[in-house]
């Protein structure tokens, strides 16, 4: 017993080894995407008194200006605990994100033990959840050890997996990595509890709760439970005490949806960002299935960003392949009697069915974050394979030289997709080149060439994205910021307005026609649209600091010490919701000088 686990022990090390040097790289990354909407600008996560708001509010929801119908408030607490920790680092939060990785790895690794070592009951139908180890099945006395271990197999392939990339080196991409890691620990700990309510089942609920407040696909573990117990347990389970067993699982998610429906007063969107009939968007989920079947076995040209091109038809070819291709796929699943086979197929497509419903998802209809915990079923699917190759192919040394050389490719491919991640410039540069015709890749190339100070090449991107989107906000935002930087102020100002018929709520509209009025000299007009913005929005730190810059620049002309007493403390307020800002602070320091000059100058005057 103590050679096994210190075997198992060597294994998991392993997995650990080989999972924290895939993404190592991910460390000199920076903040990409939305990290600096969910990090930086997150007032939630640089003070633990706002917990309650977290459990209470959507995941956007410290961002009054900005609504989402997403329901996620573990992941702001892991935010908080990482912001304590690290501060405003980056590395800190990428070092979280690969910690998670790794450890869902080594779930992967436990599940996989347990699986391919589960013992199969020929007959428990009086005793549902009986602890009888009959005889191990006959596919799996005889299996390669070493590398070709079908748990280490399977735990090394999901480590060092490409499509995994996104997930792991984008730092919002935590909600996933947490939603899957407390997924696979409930689904683990269910295991092992092996059908009793004791200490360990009680932490697989536990475990259940953390994952769907993380992410909503998590829910979907009651029914991969049940298809555990049938398929690998051959228990019954319509039986009283299956029943049991199931219902305080059930009890946790409708515990969730009335959460959920306190936090946002329903329990899906109702904004369809795709206009499509019903029917076409069921015929539309079998192409979007196949491509994520197909991005699991080849992940190739991998990106950030996708364009969906939906089908209107089963007479297209590319509905109605799928269709058949899905069919054949859930045909051998259903027929296999092949109880892991099995069982790691429904691994694949109950946890996907969520990023299948198209009408939740937004504009973004395919993502590669989406497969990160369907992706288990896959290494699983793919382990069992590779042990029965190895059992067939005469020549060990042939299937173990594959598996090596696969696992190279992949790990080789997922440090250098890394290095994709690293900043904004180099992320929407490849996503733009594989996404040409996404405006949000083109908007988001615009906004990394201004950072750099190619302003000119900065216009170019978000007028392409404004002729792929006309009622693009963001872009009509960030095309005024660039136009303003040239001095075209004007210009910035039309498409500052047009963003507000866009969105009149948009509180980074207000807040920068403001800034725009003010550089034409018009003090009044800027004032009222920063205070339109903090009517929106009452924690927009911005519009306090640009507030207290019109009081400042109207008390030093006029000599006003009132006025600057309005300065500082607008600045003040801004730099208490964004203490890491410096620029809040020195312009409070600044301020509060220039009040102090101004009182000498009165009493020697």
């Not at 607490?77 to 994100?97: C, D, E, K, R, S």
Request: proline share 5%; aromatic share 12%; charged share 15%.
């Amino acid at each position: 017993m103590k050679r096994n686990e210190n075997g198992q022990t060597l294994l998991i090390s392993c997995v650990l080894i080989a999972s924290l040097a895939v993404y190592f790289n991910t460390l000199f990354n920076g903040f990409v995407f939305d990290d600096a909407q969910n990090i930086v600008g997150n007032r939630w996560i640089k003070d633990i008194t706002y917990i309650p708001e977290m459990f209470t509010s959507h995941v956007a929801g410290f961002d009054n200006s900005y609504q989402t119908s997403y329901y996620r408030p573990f992941v702001h607490v892991i935010y908080l605990l990482a912001y304590q920790v690290f501060g405003l680092h980056p590395w800190g939060f990428h070092l979280v994100n690969v910690l998670f990785h790794s450890g869902v790895s080594i779930l992967v690794f436990l599940i996989a033990s347990r699986l391919f070592d589960e013992r199969h009951p020929s007959d428990l139908s009086s005793q549902p959840f009986s602890a009888a180890t009959p005889p191990i099945s006959p596919l799996l006395k005889k299996r390669p050890g070493g590398m070709l271990s079908p748990p280490l197999f399977a735990a090394l392939l999901f480590a060092v997996h490409p499509i995994h990339t996104e997930a792991v080196a984008w730092i919002s991409g935590v909600m996933d990595l947490s939603s899957a890691f407390f997924f696979l620990q409930s689904f683990y700990l269910y295991m092992r509890a092996e059908g009793r309510m004791n200490r360990v089942y009680v932490l697989s609920l536990v475990s259940f709760l953390l994952a769907a407040l993380s992410k909503e696909p998590a829910l979907t573990l009651p029914l991969v439970l049940i298809v555990y117990d049938h398929v690998i347990r051959k228990q019954k389970i319509v039986t009283g005490r299956a029943v049991k067993m199931y219902a305080p699982y059930f009890l946790i998610a409708g515990m969730y949806f009335v959460m959920r429906l306190n936090a946002l007063g329903g329990f899906a969107p109702t904004k369809k960002f795709i206009e499509m009939t019903n029917y076409q968007y069921v015929i539309n989920t079998f192409p979007l299935f196949i491509e994520y079947i197909r991005k699991l076995f080849f992940p190739l040209d991998l990106s950030a960003l996708y364009v969906f091109h939906p089908v209107i038809s089963l007479s297209d070819p590319k509905a109605l392949l799928p269709l058949i291709l899905t069919a054949v796929l859930l045909s051998l699943a259903l027929l296999s009697k092949k109880d892991i086979l099995i069982l790691g197929i429904m691994l694949v497509v109950i946890p996907l069915l969520p990023a299948l419903y198209i009408p939740a998802l937004g504009d973004v209809a395919f993502a590669e974050r989406y497969l990160y915990l369907p992706s288990v079923g896959f290494a699983i699917v793919m382990a069992l394979l590779c042990s029965r190759a190895y059992s067939m192919i005469p020549n060990k040394n042939v299937v173990t030289g594959v598996v090596i050389a696969l696992l190279a490719v992949f790990g080789v491919a997922t440090v250098g997709r890394n290095a994709v991640w690293k900043d904004e410039f180099s992320l929407w540069t490849d996503t733009v080149r594989k996404s040409p015709e996404s405006a949000v890749s083109r908007e988001y190339l615009g906004y990394a060439l201004y950072e750099r100070g190619q302003v000119e090449e900065a216009i170019e991107c978000y007028l392409m994205a404004l002729q792929l989107k006309p009622d693009y906000e963001d872009a009509h935002i960030n095309l005024g910021i660039a136009y303003a930087a040239r001095g075209r102020i004007d210009e910035a100002i039309d498409h500052y307005m047009k963003a507000l018929r866009i969105q009149p709520n948009s509180v980074e509209g207000h807040s920068n026609l403001g800034l725009a009025y003010a550089a034409k000299g018009w003090s009044d007009r800027a004032m009222e649209q920063y205070q339109i913005a903090l009517s929106i929005n009452p924690y927009f730190a911005k519009a306090y600091h640009n507030l207290g810059a019109v009081y400042g620049n109207e008390g030093l002309t006029q000599g006003d010490e009132n006025l600057l007493d309005m300065a500082i403390v607008n600045f003040r307020y801004a730099a208490s919701l964004e203490p890491d800002n410096p620029l809040y602070s020195d312009n409070l320091a600044a301020a509060t000088k220039a009040k102090r000059r101004l009182k000498v100058s009165e009493q020697v005057n």
